[in-house]
C-alpha cells in the first residue's frame, strides 16, 4: 500500500479558492486511481473526484461539477484538487484514497475498491 499525506486545508469564504494537496510515498502512485472524498459531520462519506492513473480521465458528481479540478503529477507522486467557487455545504474533511487498477487505466467511482486513504485535511467555507 502507498501512505497518503494530505495538506492545504483551511478556512476559506464562499466563492473563494484553496488547493489541496496529496503527497504520495511508494513507488506505486501512478499505478493507482486516486480519488478524493469529503466527510461531513453526521453524513456519509462521498467521493467528489476521481482521476486515472495517467492523468487523463477524471470524474465528478453533479455537485461539484465545474468547481472542483483533480490533477496529479507522477513525477512528484503528487495530487491535488483545486476547489473553486466553494460553497458553506463544502465543509468537511477531505481524504484522499488510491485503487488499484493493474489491467485499465480507468477511474474508480466505488469506494469500496479504494484501499489506500490519508488521515484526511479540514476544509471549512464561511459564508
Known amino acids: 500500500q502507498v501512505r497518503l499525506v494530505e495538506s492545504g486545508g483551511g478556512l476559506v469564504q464562499e466563492g473563494g479558492s484553496l488547493r489541496l494537496s496529496c503527497a504520495a510515498s511508494?513507488?506505486?502512485?501512478?499505478?493507482?486511481?486516486m480519488g478524493w472524498f469529503r466527510q461531513a459531520p453526521d453524513k456519509e462519506r462521498e467521493l467528489v473526484a476521481s482521476?486515472?492513473?495517467?492523468?487523463?480521465?477524471?470524474w465528478y458528481p453533479e455537485f461539484v461539477k465545474g468547481r472542483f479540478t483533480a490533477t496529479r503529477d507522477n513525477s512528484k507522486d503528487i495530487l491535488y484538487l483545486q476547489m473553486d467557487k466553494v460553497k458553506p455545504e463544502d465543509t468537511a474533511i477531505y481524504y484522499c484514497?488510491?485503487?488499484?487498477?493493474?489491467?485499465?487505466?480507468?477511474?474508480?467511482?466505488?469506494?469500496?475498491?479504494?484501499?489506500?486513504w490519508g488521515k484526511g485535511t479540514q476544509v471549512t467555507v464561511s459564508s
Open positions: 482521476i486515472n492513473p495517467s492523468g487523463q480521465s477524471r
Open positions: 484514497a488510491g485503487a488499484r487498477t493493474p489491467w485499465f487505466d480507468t477511474v474508480v467511482t466505488t469506494r469500496s475498491r479504494y484501499d489506500s
Open positions: 511508494g513507488n506505486t502512485f501512478s499505478s493507482l486511481a
